[in-house]
């Protein structure tokens, strides 16, 4: 009998985790314009917050949104299901140009294979699923929204450095490094927007719950050269399963790459 049950969760839990994948791991997701970064009097304590971190979070979300760039992606999340340990990797990247975009995240393990594709062109999102077929993914039908629609299925277009609410979420600022900055964020705050895309994959009525959010963002003067992000978790599902993600994401911002 035990081992018919651990037979059943092998194969239900994997197929959560994807999901989740495809959510928490989707590239590294970004601010539109009229988000910029500022503190909150109200929501942090200014001695955590360090001026110059603050400066250089702003100035690279400024950078950006004002020039087009493609991004490289790898990640991991885990998750304990039923008392089992689970890990899945994922990678993908962004094109982005201006309001357009295409972001893909891909993720192949033993137990599940998936990709999804998200973009904006001429005033049209697009979301496909992919199945994994002949060692490559293969992507189906594209899914058509309007800006609203999009963003309440998805969150807000992924066009900066974080998929995060910036502004009034961030809780804590310093250097931790040449060139390199750590931000903590109210998890809150920060998912009111991104954590639309959680709900919608796993299905359901109930958002994720974060516990925390770090970002580790390093720079190049004004110009954002690589991000790591780390949160943790909890969806309802299988009576609860907690998840901690963490992806890194490589900027570049070379002229010669094609634009979305």
Known sequence: ?????????????????????????TSAALLPATRRARTDSTATAASSIDGEAMQKLTAADAYAQSHAFTTEMHGV???RVFGIPYSQKATGGRVVSGDGFIDIVESKSA????????????????????EYKNKRFVYGAEKTYDSDAFEAAFGKPYTG???????????????????????????????????????TTLGGKDYPE?????????????????????????????GGTNCVAEYTEIFDFDESKPDA
Not at 1 to 25: F, H, N, Y
Not at 187 to 195: D, G, K, L, W
């Open 111 to 130: 137990f599940v294979k998936a990709g999804m594709k998200k973009s904006y062109k001429d005033g049209v999102y697009t979301v496909a699923r992919a």
């Open 1 to 25: 009998m035990k081992e018919k049950t651990v037979i059943a969760v092998k194969r239900v839990a994997p197929i959560a985790i994807i999901l989740l994948i495809l959510i928490a791991l």
């Open 210 to 238: 974060y516990e925390s959010i770090k970002l580790t963002l390093t720079v190049d003067g004004e110009k954002p050269v690589k991000a790591t992000v780390t949160e943790k978790f909890r969806v309802n599902k299988f």
């Open 77 to 79: 999340i885990k998750a």
């Open 161 to 199: 450095i974080v998929k995060y609410e910036i502004a009034g979420a961030v809780t804590e600022a310093k250097k931790s490094g040449d060139n390199t900055y750590t931000f903590v964020f109210e998890p809150r705050r920060a998912t009111v927007y991104s954590r639309n895309e959680v709900r």
